[in-house]
């Protein structure tokens, strides 16, 4: 397959914290490539290097080595490449799900989605219009004037997908999202993120140490010792 056709690919990727006796490897020599439209899992316990590898993908920690290409685009390669502009980067080709939902406590559900599109020039008719289609596609068109305090924990987590989809982001980035719901609540959001997934040809990763919540992905890698297998 030709290599533009991947929304993400890693290669080589090694993170290391510390130097000399103290250097500890969190993720070694990782190898990943994702598809747009594809729903991948990384599997694992506390510890194993799942989140190291994400925020490596997601333009915040900055990799020991190894190769990283967002979109087609080399962001990484022994390091950030020089002049890069990562928040512009991460603003515009990434959306981040994470596992608390972040939601601004003095805006609403509406408020929250619209202000990511509004950081991208959008005006506050357009973002207001976009934000709205979203969260009603996502059945909250009964909550857009709700604050935070008053969503259950589901709804508030699919406010979060709102949000990380408001930019039509070529990468979406998932750190336990279901962690804080129940069985039910955590496998509808998985759902929804493989469905959105498609339909926007977008890529997600996806980490989660939770067996139970990968049914339905396309692919799973089990991340154990920092070491990465498909």
Same mark, same amino acid.
């Given at each position: 397959?030709?290599?533009t ?8 990727l090694?993170k290391?914290?510390?130097?000399g ?7 070694? +020599?990782?190898?990943?490539? *994702? ?11 506390s ?17 020991t080595?190894?190769?990283v290409?967002?979109?087609?685009a080399? *962001? ?36 929250n989605v ?6 991208n ?30 969503l ?19 990468v979406?980035?998932?750190d336990?999202?279901?962690?804080a719901? +129940? ?5 509808? *959001? ?23 919540? *990968?049914e339905?992905f ?5 991340v154990?010792?920092?070491?990465l297998? +498909?």
């Amino acid at each position: 397959m030709d290599k533009t056709m991947y929304a993400i690919e890693v290669e080589k990727l090694t993170k290391i914290y510390g130097k000399g006796e103290t250097a500890v490897t969190a993720i070694a +020599d990782a190898t990943l490539q *994702v598809k747009p439209g594809e729903l991948v899992a990384l599997l694992g316990p506390s510890g194993s290097g799942k989140t190291t590898l994400l925020t490596s993908i997601g333009l915040i920690n900055e990799p020991t080595h190894g190769k990283v290409v967002i979109d087609g685009a080399m *962001v990484a390669d022994e390091g950030w490449l020089p002049g890069l502009d990562l928040k512009r980067l991460r603003r515009e080709k990434l959306g981040f799900i994470f596992q608390a939902h972040n939601l601004i406590p003095f805006l609403t559900a509406l408020e929250n989605v619209m202000i990511a599109l509004e950081i991208n020039n959008l005006s506050r008719f357009e973002a207001r219009e976009r934000a709205t289609i979203l969260l009603s596609s996502l059945n909250l068109g009964h909550r857009l004037d709700s604050y935070p305090k008053a969503l259950s924990g589901g709804e508030a987590q699919r406010v979060a997908i709102a949000r990380a989809l408001a930019n039509k982001p070529k990468v979406i980035l998932a750190d336990e999202p279901t962690a804080a719901l +129940d069985t039910e609540n955590g496998k509808n *959001v998985m759902a929804l993120l493989k469905s959105l997934a498609v339909e926007n040809q977008s890529a997600v990763l996806v980490v989660t140490h939770d067996h139970r919540m *990968v049914e339905g992905f396309d692919r799973i890698f089990h991340v154990s010792d920092g070491r990465l297998v +498909d």
